[in-house]
């Protein structure tokens, strides 16, 4: 949000800034962040709104900059990618991460933090920018040039590499590529005596499995 802020307010214009999640009421991390989050755009005196389902959410008066979104059902979520010229993930040392393998999936470039996941998803300068979570300055660069400076055969050519590597590098059968090799190397590499046991090296590879399996579901009914 406060890289949004940096941009000058007719750079903003006709621009929404929309931060889209996970939101459930009986967690209070939740409402405590939305609430910090609101009280933010308010310090930067951005006009802000919550919406709460579609209905809400289709119907917020132009001038509103920032739009804060507490349930995003995939029709929704469908028409914000469709509409969006970027899109901006901000977790920081994040795990593999759906979110920016979504957005590159529906033709959307992504601008990431430089840690975790996306340092594996997303391809600096070809499908987004990696940038640091601690200088909200270098992220505004990255909206300006978005926004104001690249055209939209520009935009639509970054979206088509972000397609084409998620497709490529993604799919169910290319993560199980991976899992495989992963598994022969922990077998081929040297065991040390007494510290990993058979059993406890057949626990370790399940675990892997359910998770790379539960992920490359997901992943594949992207793609299809």
């Known amino acids: 949000m406060r890289a949004f802020c940096g941009l000058e307010e007719?750079?903003?214009?006709?621009?929404?800034?929309?931060?889209?999640?996970?939101?459930?009421?009986?967690?209070?991390?939740?409402?405590?962040?939305?609430?910090?989050?609101?009280?933010?755009?308010?310090?930067?005196?951005?006009?802000?709104?919550?919406?709460?389902?579609?209905?809400?959410?289709?119907?917020?008066?132009?001038?509103?900059?920032?739009?804060?979104?507490?349930?995003?059902?995939?029709?929704?979520?469908?028409?914000?990618?469709?509409?969006?010229?970027?899109?901006?993930?901000?977790?920081?040392?994040?795990?593999?991460?759906i979110v920016p393998l979504e957005a590159m999936l529906a033709g959307v470039p992504v601008l990431a933090a430089d840690s975790g996941g996306p340092l594996e998803t997303v391809l600096e300068g070809k499908t987004g920018w990696l940038r640091s979570a601690e200088k909200a300055e270098q992220w505004t660069e990255i909206i300006r040039r978005v926004l104001c400076e690249m055209s939209d055969e520009e935009l639509s050519a970054m979206g088509r590499e972000g397609k084409k590597w998620v497709e490529s590098e993604f799919s169910e059968t290319k993560l199980a590529d991976r899992l495989e090799e992963e598994i022969?190397?922990?077998?081929?590499?040297?065991?040390?005596?007494?510290v990993l046991e058979i059993p406890d090296l057949l626990l370790g590879v399940g675990v892997v499995v359910m998770i790379v399996s539960a992920l490359s579901t997901l992943i594949y009914r992207l793609l299809t």
């Not at 022969?184 to 007494?194: E, H, I, N, W």
Request: charged share 30%.
């Open 184 to 194: 022969d190397a922990m077998l081929a590499s040297p065991r040390r005596q007494g």
């Open 10 to 97: 007719e750079e903003r214009r006709d621009v929404r800034l929309v931060l889209a999640g996970g939101y459930d009421p009986r967690v209070e991390e939740n409402v405590r962040y939305h609430e910090e989050l609101e009280k933010l755009a308010e310090d930067l005196g951005l006009r802000a709104a919550t919406t709460k389902n579609v209905v809400t959410a289709l119907n917020v008066p132009d001038d509103i900059e920032v739009l804060f979104l507490l349930s995003v059902p995939g029709q929704l979520k469908t028409m914000l990618l469709s509409a969006a010229r970027l899109l901006v993930y901000t977790p920081t040392n994040e795990h593999l991460g």
